[in-house]
């Protein structure tokens, strides 16, 4: 899949930045889901939707888990503590908020949706010309 989406990314013409951060928020909402979001029954799913628009990159990912809203999560309290103080783990969520330009969430019949947005920095419009 992440061969996939580089390729994808590549020909929209997002930039190395764009490419990154995206890749790096990718990485770890699925992993989030996977390792947090999920039990072991059969019938849950997840959907990620990956668009561009002229100005925009847009991120969706639904999914049927335990309801979880990424965007009221209190700030990680290991912000102020130098790496060596820091325990691992904790900050990947706080960090793929803050590299994004838009959030929203939405519990929406029985189903975590979030939507991130990332403004390009030059349209695709602006590029061509």
């Known amino acids: 899949m992440k061969q996939e989406l580089e390729l994808v990314l590549a020909s929209e013409q997002g930039g190395a930045e764009v490419r ?30 990956i668009g561009f628009d002229e100005d925009w990159l847009e991120i969706q990912l639904k999914d049927n888990g335990h309801r979880f809203n990424p965007l009221i999560q209190p700030e990680p309290a290991s912000l102020g503590q130098s790496i060596s103080d820091r325990s691992v783990g904790g900050l990947g969520l706080y960090l793929v908020l803050k590299m994004m330009d838009e959030t929203h969430y939405e519990w929406r019949e029985s189903w975590n949706c979030l939507r991130l947005r990332k403004k390009l920095k030059k349209s695709l419009h602006d590029r061509e010309n």
């Open 20 to 49: 990154a951060t995206v890749l790096l928020v990718i990485d770890e909402l699925v992993s989030n889901l996977l390792k947090y979001g999920f039990s072991i029954e059969p019938d849950q799913r997840s959907y990620l939707d």
